[in-house]
């Protein structure tokens, strides 16, 4: 049986090839919510990191050459995916990164799911390592979704991005110098198929309830907390949630309010 992860992976990325298959190619050079990236941007980095995962388990070689170059690269990641894909855009980009993200699937299906796998950073499971493909395939699409005026219909596959804001609870401080407050707050969510998710310890001083899809949302950074209906209560869930941060790299602030959203057609 194929590790869970990655069928989840390859279901959220046809859900945005579906989305995307009948938009016109002229469209993919439309400027997103996300830092104006366009949404061939958008495809190029899930392509191009798509394609560095596999590396993982493939080619660790490649891998640690790509990750060298980007490093170095004078024009920054973006202009680095730009040249490594052949400024590929459009239909052509679209059909590439779907071939791509099944086969990415197909060879996470068939990895021991706790294999441990190169990374930039520390190494980590084959589990892990598909569960961020789908957290940042989820996560870009967010604003391709949003800038095609689109409201998303999200899948219980979401829990895995739940799961990982959880587990991402102190490296939101980490990332920043600072020791996570202790315990985390108590999670309650409604899933997209209205099962009730918990996490931690239940506690009525220090708690975060509603839309998985809007936590999942916030500790993406996709949305604004206060542009989501979650009832967050306590000094510590305020300040986690004004800040959470699920993906590697350095902090990064969540976008003001009113600036991620879904836009009228």
């Not at 959220?12 to 997103?32: G, I, M, N, Q, W």
């Amino acid at each position: 049986m194929a590790m869970p992860q990655a069928e989840d992976f390859r279901a959220e990325s046809e859900a945005l090839y579906k989305l995307l298959e009948p938009v016109a190619p002229e469209r993919f050079d439309e400027a997103t919510q996300f830092k104006d990236w366009t949404i061939n941007a958008v495809l190029q980095h899930l392509h191009f990191w798509n394609r560095m995962a596999g590396y993982q388990i493939t080619d660790e070689t490649a891998l640690a050459d790509n990750l060298k170059a980007i490093m170095g690269a004078s024009g920054g990641m973006r202009a680095f995916e730009n040249h490594a894909l052949n400024g590929l855009k459009g239909g052509e980009l679209l059909s590439a990164w779907r071939t791509g993200f099944h086969e990415t699937a197909d060879l996470f299906g068939e990895t021991d799911p706790k294999q441990r796998l190169k990374w930039a950073g520390p190494e980590m499971s084959a589990r892990s390592s598909i569960t961020a493909r789908l957290m940042e395939t989820w996560a870009h699409g967010q604003e391709v979704y949003d800038h095609l005026g689109v409201v998303r219909k999200n899948d219980d596959r979401i829990r895995n991005i739940v799961v990982l804001g959880v587990n991402t609870y102190k490296w939101t401080y980490a990332t920043r110098g600072e020791t996570a407050p202790e315990p985390m707050p108590f999670l309650e969510l409604t899933a997209p198929s209205g099962e009730i998710w918990t996490y931690g310890e239940p506690d009525e001083a220090e708690r975060i309830s509603g839309l998985a899809e809007e936590f999942c949302q916030v500790v993406t950074q996709t949305r604004n907390i206060a542009d989501t209906g979650l009832v967050v209560t306590g000094p510590k869930a305020r300040d986690w949630m004004s800040r959470a941060q699920c993906f590697a790299g350095p902090p990064e602030t969540p976008p003001p309010p009113g600036t991620r959203r879904t836009r009228q057609v």
